[in-house]
């Protein structure tokens, strides 16, 4: 045999090495749990004593025995839903959502689906960036807590589903001023009436609806669209008589020998219509 052909061989005989290691590396990890006979109940009593001493990564992986080797046992459920909430504490925010995810799935009717619901949602919450940037997580922290409150109004976790969505649907009002800002700076004024439209439209009830007005009386303004301008410092006018956004409103409308005067028949009308502020 030539030092070539030996050389080549112990090449061959390198990599199949390596080879048969990765491939018992990764039947280790598939079959990590096999051939474990504990029952599901001992497990399942084993990760609430790690859970209670803190030791929450060794909890899950009781949790997770479970999931693995007892998947229809009645501690399966009990498991999946332990798995979501110490995902959730650890800040393992996209597998905390995986968990609560299949657990409604799988157990639509359960008395933890509420609270698979809130894992859901505080999981999308806590993952809310500032104003200036995606608002993604917002919107699905949104769906989450606005399904929780739907499906179970009188749960334990109903009333903190419902100030978080007041504060998605001020996160989100908050997202469309900033870009109807930006295009009215630029005096892009039919852009910027848009966004302020979202906000007049779809969330009366936040703290930016005072500016929103405002804006759309500037914007209709610059515009030369006085009837939607007047009518935007009347509507204005009428719920915040002593906001400093309305005598901005009413100052700006005299420079040109206007004043606030509501047209029953404006879109900005009837967005209040039954609305209560």
Known sequence: MTFRTRRGSRVALVALSALVLSACSSTKDEDEFVGDTTPPAVLFNEGLALRQEGRLTDARTKFEQIDKQHPYSEYSRKALINLAYLNYSQGKYAEAITSAKRFTTLYPGSEDSAYA????????????????????????SLAAFSELVQRYPDSEYAEDARAK???AHDQL?????????????RRQYIAAINRFKVVVTNYQTTRHIEEALYRLTEAYYALGVINEAQTAAAVLG????????????????????????????????????????
């Not at 619901?117 to 699905?140: A, C, F, H």
């Not at 009002?173 to 700076?185: H, N, W």
């Open 117 to 140: 619901l809130y894992i859901i949602g505080q999981s999308y919450n806590k993952q809310i960036p500032d104003v200036t940037r995606d608002q993604e997580m917002t919107q699905r």
């Open 238 to 277: 009428h719920n915040f008589p002593d906001s400093q956004w309305y005598k901005d409103a009413y100052s700006l409308l005299k420079t040109g020998g206007h004043s606030p005067s509501e047209d029953s028949g404006s879109w900005i009308s009837r967005a209040f219509e039954g609305i209560s502020l």
């Open 165 to 167: 969505i007041r504060v």
């Open 173 to 185: 009002a908050g997202k469309e001023m900033e870009v109807g800002r930006y295009y009215l700076k």
